[in-house]
């Protein structure tokens, strides 16, 4: 079962639409609502994006991600999920120069298991990865992101700087990521 981390960001309905239109068993939940005892259910996560900080939002998502990495779960962060992601497990993120956002080209520059070549996708951030902590590795970058997208080095846990679920290319991301 598949939990999603809805932490307000206007893109999660659009989330929830592609999980339910490709038929994933998951179950939606505001962050405020996570119950952090009842993790084992779940096989895989992801975190959505989010529009203001919030500690109590750091806070728990960062339980879930040391939980994902303990048990040796599935996890996707979007946006701010691959933010918090790269914080949890040691590195670093930066406020950008301006708000980024809009289509953009990301080169997979590492072979991986969910994607491959160039893809079209939607950028709205105002924060981004700075540096890896040593558990992370970049697999892709674009004109305006480093690390575009990040995977964990033994694990299927992975971070995407950009909103898959808002173009074709990054549907088939989370598809192929709900697969593995």
Known sequence: MLLVVDNGSIYTKNLINFLSEKKTEFISKKFDEVNLSDMQQFDSFILSGRRKNDRRINAVNSKIIKYAVSEKK?????CYGAEIL??????TIKKSDKHVGGQETVVIEKENEICRGKIDVTESHNY????????LHSLASSKSCKYEIVKHNDLNIFGTQFHPEMSDDGQSIIQ???SI
């Open 74 to 78: 599935s996890l996707l962060g979007i």
């Open 86 to 91: 790269a914080i949890t497990l040691g590195g």
């Open 128 to 135: 981004e990865i700075s540096q890896l902590g040593s558990q």
């Open 176 to 178: 192929t990521f709900l």
